[in-house]
C-alpha cells in the first residue's frame, strides 16, 4: 500500500473522482467564458456555449489552446482574474522568443504546493525527512515547486537551487539530506562526483524525486546505483502548474496524474480526435481549479498514453507513461526548453543563411549542443571579420536567447549536407525517448 499525502483524494472510487471532475469543470467552464475574453471568443467561434458542457463526457467539445495562443496573449491575455489577485509569476525557461508567463492566485500556489506535496510523500517524505531541492529557483517552477511541496509535508526543506556541486554534497553530508530533487541528469552528475569522492557512506539519501527532462530506465538504474536511492519520476510544465501534474508512486510504473485538479486527454496530434486508453499520441490537459492561468484543452506536445489499470499502490488517479517524444521540435538541453527555429532567428540576425546544423549529444552525463553554420559567400568576399569573431559573436547571442552555452562552428558555405527533402537540420544523439 502506499504512502498518501492526501488519501480521500488520492484513492477515490473513479466513478466519485469522474463525478468532482465534471461538477469542476462545468464551473471552470463558465468561469473562463465569463472572464476570459479570449476564451469567450474561441468559444464563440467555436459555437459552444459553457451551457453545453454538462460533463467531463463534453471536454472534447470545446476548442484547443496552443503554445502560439499563448505567445500571442502575452502577457496578461489569459488572466481569469484581476492582476491585484495574483500572487506570482513563473515562466519556462530560457527561451525568449516562446516565453510562456503563468500566473497565479494564492490558492493557485495552494494547488501546486498539494500536488508537490503528494509527489514527496509517494516518494516515502514525511516531516521526519530534509528536502534537497537542487531544481533551479526563479522564474524556472522546478526550485519553487518542491520547495512549497516540502513546506507542505513539513519536513525540512534546503533551498539549493543548481549548481555548486562541493557545496551540495557538503551540506549533503552536513545537513543529512534524504531525499533529492534535481533533474536527473545532475542526480546522475552528482552520483558520479559522490562515487569518485568515495561519500556513498557519509550521505543519508534515501530517495530522489528527479524529471523536467526526458530521462531512460538505464539512467534510472544508473542513479539508483550510485546515490543508493530509489529514483522517481516527476513531471509538469509551467503551463499546466509546473512539476507535480504527475508523478510517480513506488511501483515505478508511470505517473498519477493529480486528475482532481488536472483532465488529461490523449489525442492525435494531426487530427486532433480523441484517441482511446493506451494509445499514443499527444498529451492534453484542462485545469479545473487553478483561477488566475486557467488554460482549458491545452496541447502540450509531449507524447505518451495513459492507463487505468489498477496500480498497487491504491491511488485511482490515470497514470501517464513517461514522454515517448514530442509532436514538435522542441528539446529539453541541458534542462532548459530549445526550439530549432530559436536558433535559426540568431543565426539570421546575423546575417548567415538557414544553412545550418544542431548536433545534441551527451558526454558523460553532461548535455552538449553544437551548432555548425556556413559562411555565406557575401561573408567570404567582404572578409571584414574573423571565423572566431563570428563564432564568438552566435555564442553570445545563443547565450542571450537560450541562456546556455552552445558551441558554435562556423564552416565554409557548402560543407553542410543538403537534403533532397525536409532539412534535417537537428541530429540528437542522445536517444532519451525509449
Ligand atoms: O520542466 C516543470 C518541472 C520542473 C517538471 C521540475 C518536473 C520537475 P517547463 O520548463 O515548462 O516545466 O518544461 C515542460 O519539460 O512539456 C516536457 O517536455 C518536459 N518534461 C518535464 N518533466 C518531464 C519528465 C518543467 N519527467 C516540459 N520527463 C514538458 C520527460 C519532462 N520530460
Known amino acids: 500500500m502506499g504512502n498518501y499525502f492526501q488519501p480521500e483524494i488520492e484513492t477515490m472510487p473513479l466513478e466519485q473522482l469522474q463525478a468532482l471532475q465534471s ?78 508567463v503563468a500566473f497565479y492566485t494564492q490558492g493557485d500556489i495552494d494547488i501546486w504546493d498539494e500536488c508537490c506535496a503528494r509527489a514527496i510523500v509517494a516518494a516515502g517524505g514525511t516531516k521526519e525527512d530534509v528536502v534537497h531541492v537542487c531544481y533551479g529557483y526563479g522564474l524556472f517552477t522546478g526550485g519553487p515547486g518542491l520547495n512549497g511541496g516540502s513546506h507542505k509535508v513539513g519536513s525540512l526543506t534546503l533551498p539549493m537551487s543548481s549548481g555548486n556541486t562541493e557545496r551540495q554534497l557538503q551540506f549533503m553530508q552536513d545537513l543529512g539530506s534524504t531525499i533529492l530533487c534535481c533533474t536527473p541528469s545532475y542526480a546522475a552528475n552528482l552520483g558520479e562526483t559522490i562515487t569518485e569522492k568515495g561519500l556513498k557512506d557519509k550521505i543519508k539519501l534515501k530517495a530522489g524525486i ?51 485538479h488536472f ?53 485511482t488517479h490515470v497514470r501517464m507513461h513517461k514522454p515517448m517524444g514530442r509532436s514538435d521540435d522542441m528539446m529539453v538541453v541541458k534542462g532548459v526548453n530549445v526550439w530549432p527555429s530559436q536558433i535559426e532567428t540568431v543565426l539570421l540576425n546575423q546575417g548567415f543563411q538557414a544553412n545550418y546544423q544542431i548536433v545534441v549529444d551527451r558526454i558523460g552525463n553532461n548535455d552538449t549542443i553544437e551548432v555548425q553554420v556556413e559562411l555565406t559567400p557575401e561573408m567570404v568576399e567582404a572578409n571584414d571579420k574573423t571565423v572566431a569573431a563570428r563564432e564568438a559573436e552566435i555564442v553570445a547571442g545563443l547565450k542571450s536567447m537560450l541562456g546556455i552555452k552552445v558551441n558554435v562552428k562556423v564552416v565554409e558555405p557548402k560543407t553542410i549536407e543538403r537534403s533532397e527533402g525536409k532539412a534535417k537540420r537537428v541530429i540528437d544523439k542522445r536517444d532519451l525517448y525509449k
Open 210 to 260: 528527479f524529471g523536467a527532462e526526458p530521462w531512460t530506465e538505464e539512467m534510472r538504474h544508473n542513479i539508483e546505483e550510485t546515490l543508493g536511492i530509489k529514483a522517481y519520476d516527476i513531471y509538469g510544465l509551467t503551463e499546466i502548474t509546473g512539476p507535480g501534474v504527475s508523478f510517480e508512486c513506488e511501483e515505478q510504473a508511470g505517473m498519477h496524474i493529480q486528475e482532481d
Open 23 to 100: 461538477e469542476r469543470l462545468v464551473e471552470q467552464v463558465k468561469f473562463v467564458y465569463d472572464n476570459v475574453e479570449f476564451y469567450r471568443g474561441k468559444m464563440d467561434e467555436a459555437g459552444v456555449k459553457p451551457e453545453d458542457i454538462k460533463g467531463i463526457e463534453d471536454l472534447h467539445k470545446l476548442p484547443f489552446i496552443e503554445k502560439d495562443d499563448l505567445r500571442d496573449q502575452y502577457p496578461y491575455g489569459l488572466l481569469g482574474v484581476p492582476l491585484s489577485e495574483c500572487v506570482r509569476i513563473q515562466s519556462t525557461s530560457g527561451t525568449t522568443g516562446r516565453r510562456v
Open 263 to 315: 483532465i488529461p486527454e490523449i489525442i492525435n496530434p494531426e487530427t486532433g480526435e480523441v484517441l482511446p486508453e493506451g494509445e499514443i499520441g499527444e498529451l492534453v490537459f484542462s485545469c479545473i481549479t487553478k483561477k488566475a492561468f486557467p488554460l482549458l484543452r491545452y496541447r502540450t506536445r509531449d507524447l505518451c498514453y495513459l492507463t487505468r489499470k489498477k496500480c498497487s499502490c491504491g491511488r
